[in-house]
């Protein structure tokens, strides 16, 4: 079992709804990442926290908006979304100093705008 | 600025034998971490292998070794006595070694094991 969990697996939705996707761990990491997978493409950083603070934005569109309400759960709000935002969403965490471990991923939320 | 390049987008392999996933970089930091994952088709990604910048041996994980060449900036994996469920996409990743410091990702190479 990964010990990032990501829900829900699959989603799909409209492009007028407003949805969250939900990441756990309790590994007592302190940063916590959403990355964006398109298909056979590598994993694009979209945000980065770092003891409960956003650290990093990489220019994302403000209809995705993530939460981290503790330490081990980050959240990522989605609203008036587009079909090219359709994608595998990749939740992270790690440690924020120790990089020598690299990032623990979860197994992501598949998600399906229409 | 970093940059991970992995110029094989398929590779193919028989049941049993070694094959090498080849990885090369570019970075400023003086310190950073190599990084094997592996991606199978329902999505997770899957740490396989580690590698400082200033450790001195190759990193081996079971049938994963990573083949570093400081100097020439090379950092391959190589799967001994491939299996059918090594058949994923593995992704070639740095992260400078510092805090806040990012993971970067190759673009990937799909590998496929026959029978």
């Known amino acids: 079992d990964t010990e990032v969990t990501q829900t829900p697996k699959h989603l799909v939705m409209g492009m007028t709804n407003k949805k969250s996707l939900k990441c756990e761990q309790h590994m007592g990491h302190r940063a916590m990442y959403w990355y964006k997978q398109k298909a056979k493409k590598p994993p694009e950083l979209m945000f980065v926290?770092?003891?409960?603070?956003?650290?990093i934005n990489e220019s994302v569109p403000s209809r995705f908006s993530p939460e981290c309400p503790n330490s081990s759960l980050l959240n990522l709000h989605l609203h008036a979304l587009q079909p090219e935002d359709s994608a595998l969403y990749l939740c992270?965490?790690?440690?924020?100093?120790?990089?020598?471990?690299?990032?623990?991923f979860g197994s992501g939320t598949r998600l399906t705008v229409v | 600025a970093q940059k991970i390049t992995q110029t094989q987008p398929g590779m193919f392999v028989q049941e049993k034998e070694a094959v090498t996933l080849d990885c090369t970089y570019d970075t400023s930091d003086p310190s950073y971490g190599l990084f094997w994952y592996k991606q199978p088709s329902s999505g997770e990604m899957i740490f396989l292998i580690y590698?400082?910048?200033?450790?001195?041996q190759n990193a081996t994980e079971g049938r994963y070794s990573l083949n570093f060449q400081k100097a020439r900036k090379s950092a391959n994996l190589v799967i001994s006595a491939s299996q059918l469920g090594d058949s994923a996409m593995y992704f070639c990743a740095m992260r400078p070694i510092t805090s806040y410091g990012k993971l970067t990702f190759g673009q990937g190479t799909i590998l496929t094991v026959h029978p």
């Open positions: 992270a965490s790690s440690q924020v100093t120790q990089s020598n471990y690299g990032y623990t």
């Open positions: 590698q400082g910048s200033y450790d001195q």
């Open positions: 926290y770092s003891y409960e603070k956003l650290s």
